[in-house]
């Protein structure tokens, strides 16, 4: 996995969004083209005090496999 490059401490700033009647939010073109992610990319959401956080499906898989050796290991 490739690291990005964070221009503040806290993180990129990329813009702001709304949510749609449907519930559907767009992913600023700076964040997107940050993260390279495409039309059809998944999406693990999470809720955790009150704040949403977005996780690419490829990032949580390759957490997982991590965790998996670490626990395979012992």
């Known amino acids: 996995m490739k690291k ?3 221009e503040h401490p806290f993180g ?3 813009g702001s ?3 749609g009647i449907r519930g559907q ?5 700076k964040a997107r ?4 992610v495409k039309t059809g990319d998944q999406f693990l959401v999470l809720e955790h005090d009150g704040c949403l956080v977005i996780v690419p499906e490829k990032v949580v898989s390759h957490m997982l496999k991590h965790i998996s050796k670490a626990l395979v290991k012992k």
Do not use: E
Request: proline residues 6%; positive net charge.
């Open 4 to 6: 990005i490059h964070h």
């Open 12 to 14: 990129n700033i990329c």
């Open 17 to 19: 969004t709304s949510i």
């Open 25 to 29: 939010i767009v992913i600023p073109k």
């Open 33 to 36: 083209d940050l993260m390279r």
